[in-house]
């Protein structure tokens, strides 16, 4: 299934073409245009017409909403995009920071200008932001619109790609299990394991292409957080019963299938990328092609041994919000349930303000991805070898709601989980 993943491809991108981008400085002071072909190209031109000085391999490239970006990713992104450059110690414009600008302009009485701004958002803020999670906006006569054109404000500074909230929840949902993928990934590149045993190194590099092509197969789970995936049943009813296996799927008859097998789905979702290329998805080194070469001969039954995908209809399509997109508190990591008595919930679909907000909600690993799911993984990798159960169960604790919780700011607790 692996190399049929491998082999399955259409026309390659044209890596000639020119893009146009909208580029801005990290303080949002200025904004220019920039035509470009590849990732290095954007970060040489962006430099140059912000004037921005420094190593360019020490540049960093960054959405609005504060997420990174890599080459492979850039690959993804439309044209006309806007992203913020950032050299070493600039602190970019976060969710945070337009929060409190955009309060600003609702009037909260409490939120002054200048110094008191920096001083409300340096002391005790996870108390003031539960005191802003009420005193936002009541008016729910807008909540039910979807599309830009019936609901302007709610997507004023927010990319034109997006024409409804429903595809922008799905992003910004995806874009947190990226930021998962990509920490893992370099936690387990960054390990004497990975750096020093070749055999380990061989199931780490398998363990991450497998943790790609699944994540792929699963939208990266963009329906937690798109409350158009929700099925005909009362959702929170899913949600309880989302590790109950002997239940059959939600019903997914409003996602028709294509030719090619995968759920129709956002343009911008990566279930749309069909390009694989083997030793970019791999990154193996030059000394290690001779064995990825080999790799790739092997039988199909030895490399599903390893990296059996499991095809996405298979597994069930569970949203976090009810069909009003109103999302409530999963609780501290070693709670059943959140204990303020259903005063931490939010629906970000209702106004600009809860949307900002909304982003110091936490998806929190119950069992901790950095402390104990890729250790796990890395001394599993040290034997004889890393068998399927072992590769899918550490992906279900990484990318699921098997072990992930959404959790107001004031339940995620950043300590360790023991």
């Given at each position: 299934m692996l190399i049929n993943y491998f082999r399955r491809s259409t026309s390659a991108p044209n890596k000639n073409e020119i893009i146009g981008y909208k580029v801005t400085n990290a303080s949002r002071t200025r904004k220019v245009g920039v035509a470009c072909r590849t990732f290095q190209e954007l970060k040489e031109k962006a430099?140059?017409?912000?004037?921005?000085?420094?190593?360019?391999?020490?540049?960093?490239?960054?959405?609005?909403?504060?997420?990174?970006?890599?080459e492979e990713y850039f690959s993804t992104l439309k044209a006309q995009t806007t992203l913020i450059i950032q050299k070493p110690g600039e602190r970019i414009m976060t969710d945070a920071d337009l929060l409190y600008e955009t309060l600003k302009r609702v009037n909260i009485d409490y939120l002054m200008s200048g110094d008191e701004i920096s001083?409300?958002?340096?002391?005790?803020?996870?108390?003031?932001?539960?005191?802003?999670?009420?005193?936002?906006?009541?008016?729910?006569?807008?909540?039910?619109?979807?599309?830009?054109?019936?609901?302007?404000?709610?997507?004023r500074g927010l990319d034109t790609t997006y024409t409804s909230?429903?595809?922008?929840?799905?992003?910004?949902?995806?874009?947190?299990?990226?930021?998962?993928?990509?920490?893992?990934?370099?936690q387990i590149k960054s390990s004497d394991i990975f750096t020093t045993d070749r055999r380990a190194r061989q199931h780490l590099l398998r363990a991450i292409a497998f943790f790609k092509l699944?994540?792929?197969?699963?939208?990266?789970?963009?329906?937690?957080?798109?409350?158009?995936?929700?099925s005909t049943g009362n959702s929170n009813e899913v949600k309880n019963n989302k590790n109950d296996n002997d239940k059959d799927n939600n019903d997914?008859?409003?996602?028709?299938i294509d030719d090619s097998g995968f759920f129709q789905c956002y343009e911008h979702c990566p279930c749309k990328l069909r390009n694989f290329d083997y030793f970019n998805l791999f990154e193996i080194e030059e000394s290690d092609q001779i064995d990825a070469r080999r790799m790739q001969q092997e039988n199909d039954n030895e490399i599903e041994s390893y990296y059996k995908v499991i095809p996405g209809k298979e597994r069930k399509l569970i949203t976090l919000c009810d069909h009003k997109g109103e999302f409530k508190c999963d609780g501290v990591w070693n709670k059943d349930k959140c204990t303020y008595d259903g005063k931490h919930k939010i629906n970000p679909y209702r106004s600009k303000e809860e949307?900002?907000?909304?982003?110091?909600?936490?998806?929190?690993?119950?069992?901790?991805?950095?402390?104990?799911?890729?250790?796990?993984?890395?001394?599993?990798?040290?034997?004889?070898?890393?068998?399927?159960?072992?590769?899918?169960?550490?992906?279900?604790?990484?990318?699921t709601i098997k072990n992930l919780r959404l959790v107001h700011i004031v339940c995620h607790d950043k300590g360790a989980h023991k």
């Open positions: 430099c140059i017409k912000l004037k921005i000085t420094g190593k360019l391999e020490d540049i960093s490239v960054f959405l609005l909403d504060g997420s990174e970006i890599d001083k409300f958002l340096t002391e005790n803020l996870k108390a003031k932001i539960s005191i802003l999670n009420s005193a936002l906006n009541s008016d729910d006569t807008k909540t039910h619109l979807s599309s830009r054109i019936d609901h302007q404000d709610w997507f909230k429903e595809a922008f929840m799905h992003r910004r949902c995806q874009d947190r299990i990226r930021g998962y993928l990509t920490k893992a990934v370099e699944q994540l792929k197969e699963d939208h990266y789970y963009g329906h937690y957080f798109d409350r158009s995936k929700i997914n008859s409003s996602d028709e949307l900002i907000l909304f982003s110091t909600w936490n998806l929190d690993h119950r069992i901790e991805r950095s402390r104990t799911l890729i250790p796990q993984l890395l001394k599993l990798s040290q034997e004889e070898q890393l068998n399927q159960k072992d590769v899918v169960e550490i992906y279900d604790n990484l990318f």
